[in-house]
């Protein structure tokens, strides 16, 4: 059995990132080298990614990566890789 939410535990999402346009400078992050969401294809399967790669974080699933891009891209290819 995996670890579990605590009541204290919250998950923020920049309004100001990709998460709403899935574009990063009008790229689609799924094209962005090393981003770790290629094979997506869809706003829709990116923010479940994000959604997922934050709850991973949240359940001990996944690493943190505060200090990382790179972590952070490796967590997210993770996730895509197990979970689409
Ligand atoms: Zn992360």
Same mark, same amino acid.
């Not at 990709?18 to 009008?26: H, K, M, S």
């Not at 869809?42 to 990566?65: C, F, K, M, R, Y």
């Given at each position: 059995?995996?670890?579990?939410?605590?009541?204290?535990?919250? @998950?923020?999402?920049?309004?100001?990132?990709?998460?709403?346009?899935?574009?990063?400078?009008?790229?689609?992050?799924?094209? @962005?080298?090393? *981003?770790?969401?290629?094979?997506?294809?869809?706003? +829709?399967?990116?923010?479940?990614?994000? @959604?997922?790669?934050?709850?991973?974080? +949240?359940?001990?699933?996944?690493? *943190?990566? +505060?200090?990382?891009?790179? +972590?952070?891209?490796?967590?997210?290819?993770?996730?895509?890789?197990?979970?689409?």
């Amino acid at each position: 059995m995996g670890n579990r939410l605590t009541p204290t535990q919250v @998950i923020t999402v920049n309004p100001n990132d990709f998460y709403f346009t899935g574009t990063l400078n009008g790229v689609p992050v799924q094209n @962005i080298g090393g *981003s770790g969401f290629q094979g997506l294809t869809s706003l +829709a399967q990116v923010q479940a990614a994000v @959604i997922l790669h934050e709850l991973g974080h +949240a359940t001990g699933a996944l690493p *943190s990566d +505060a200090n990382s891009d790179t +972590a952070s891209m490796g967590n997210t290819a993770t996730v895509v890789k197990d979970c689409f």
